[in-house]
């Protein structure tokens, strides 16, 4: 877990505490463990780790609502996250686009690429990305 405001002993089950450089942490914890590591809604940590090539994949939950301004996950560039994808019909929104193309999401970030989707029966759609 990386805070700037808790302290040990977190209350969640196999959780760690990172110390000192978030990305320095998430680098000693990619190496150590097997298992895959997840960021539950902290774009400010994931905006710090996309530059440094410290995320594998993107799973994206886009809800169907509008609640006003506020930080963005991806800077403004660019005048939309995809290239050029069919969004279909139903429940599959199809594959392949991309995310971005460097300049949409950032100087020195690579691309990430659609490779499942699907719309809940409530209207959320996740997305998934990989690198391209």
Do not use: C, H
């Amino acid at each position: 877990m990386a805070s700037t405001t808790l302290a040990e002993p977190l209350a969640w089950e196999n959780s760690v505490l990172l110390g000192g450089d978030a990305a320095d942490a998430v680098r000693r914890l990619k190496e150590e463990l097997p298992e895959n590591l997840v960021v539950f809604g902290s774009g400010v940590l994931v905006r710090s780790l996309l530059p440094l090539d410290l995320v594998d994949t993107l799973v994206l939950l886009v809800y169907p609502l509008v609640l006003g301004s506020g930080r963005r996950l991806f800077p403004d560039a660019g005048s939309d996250l995809g290239s050029g994808s069919d969004l279909g019909s139903g429940s599959d929104l199809g594959s392949g686009s991309d995310l971005g193309s460097g300049s949409d999401l950032g100087s020195g970030l690579r691309d990430f690429r659609l490779v499942e989707s699907a719309a809940t029966g409530t209207g959320v759609v996740i997305t998934v990305y990989q690198p391209a």
